[in-house]
């Protein structure tokens, strides 16, 4: 299940299953704004405000987190940013280990919490709703509630700003830059983003505050 959780199907029972016990029941997403209401149409209107004033600023952090450092996953960049970290900061080969096993279980653990949500509220993305929206780059088939990018790269961030402080506000911006990026690229709604990020907030906090302690085994239950 973990594993096609990652192919590019990305299978809607992904998110029916789950790294640390408990954990994504304890982190619902709410609900989106509802297709037509005020807050959904306000949303709208920007993407499509973006989408007809793209800068090249904007197309650029579109296409750049699309394939962020020539990956297809974004995971793997992420990975590449704490594989980094643990080289400036000479981590020892277990406490490298240790963070990149927190890390990449954290956001196995966003990445299926996003997906329950996907797919529960089955939300159309914007240029289904608006087809004079213009795409910067290409469509995710699967729907737009919340950002995966959001979840995924907010996660890894919010991960390693906890083992790496010195550099968490410079983390977190990328987080929030992987975020706007999808607005930018025309396939989000800001309330994708906002979501994303918030459920990385809570997966990461809670997979901090039950991180292994020592040589203690996590419980498995």
């Given at each position: 299940?973990?594993?096609?959780?990652?192919?590019?199907?990305?299978?809607?029972?992904?998110?029916?299953?789950?790294?640390?016990?408990?954990?994504?029941?304890?982190?619902?997403?709410?609900?989106?704004?509802?297709?037509?209401?005020?807050?959904?149409?306000?949303?709208?209107?920007?993407?499509?405000?973006?989408?007809?004033?793209?800068?090249?600023?904007?197309?650029?952090?579109a296409?750049?987190?699309?394939?962020?450092?020539?990956?297809v996953?974004?995971?793997?960049?992420?990975?590449?940013?704490?594989?980094?970290?643990?080289?400036?900061?000479?981590?020892?080969?277990?406490?490298?280990?240790?963070?990149?096993?927190?890390?990449?279980?954290?956001?196995?653990?966003?990445?299926?919490?996003?997906h329950?949500?996907?797919?529960?509220?089955?939300?159309?993305?914007?240029?289904?709703?608006?087809?004079?929206?213009?795409?910067?780059?290409?469509?995710?088939?699967?729907?737009?509630?919340?950002?995966?990018?959001?979840?995924?790269?907010?996660?890894?961030?919010?991960?390693?700003?906890?083992?790496?402080?010195?550099?968490?506000?410079?983390?977190?911006?990328?987080?929030?830059?992987?975020?706007?990026?999808?607005i930018?690229?025309?396939?989000?709604?800001?309330?994708?983003?906002?979501?994303?990020?918030?459920?990385?907030?809570?997966?990461?906090?809670?997979?901090?505050?039950?991180?292994?302690?020592?040589?203690?085994?996590?419980?498995?239950?």
């Open positions: 299940m973990l594993v096609q959780c990652y192919t590019a199907g990305v299978p809607a029972t992904c998110g029916d299953a789950s790294v640390f016990p408990d954990e994504r029941e304890s982190v619902p997403a709410a609900a989106p704004p509802a297709f037509g209401s005020p807050a959904f149409l306000t949303a709208l209107a920007e993407v499509r405000q973006i989408a007809d004033t793209r800068t090249a600023e904007q197309t650029a952090i296409k750049f987190w699309a394939l962020p450092g020539g990956y996953v974004a995971q793997s960049y992420n990975n590449q940013v704490a594989t980094d970290l643990i080289a400036a900061f000479h981590l020892d080969e277990r406490r490298a280990a240790h963070a990149l096993a927190l890390l990449n279980m954290a956001v196995m653990d966003a990445f299926i919490a996003c329950d949500a996907k797919y529960t509220y089955w939300l159309l993305r914007p240029s289904m709703a608006d087809t004079g929206i213009k795409l910067a780059i290409g469509l995710p088939n699967h729907p737009s509630y919340p950002s995966n990018h959001a979840c995924v790269t907010g996660t890894s961030m919010a991960v390693l700003g906890a083992l790496f402080p010195s550099r968490a506000d410079e983390l977190w911006g990328l987080a929030e830059e992987a975020g706007i990026s999808r930018y690229g025309g396939i989000h709604y800001r309330f994708d983003m906002e979501a994303g990020l918030t459920l990385a907030q809570q997966i990461s906090a809670w997979a901090i505050a039950h991180d292994i302690n020592g040589h203690v085994p996590f419980p498995i239950r």
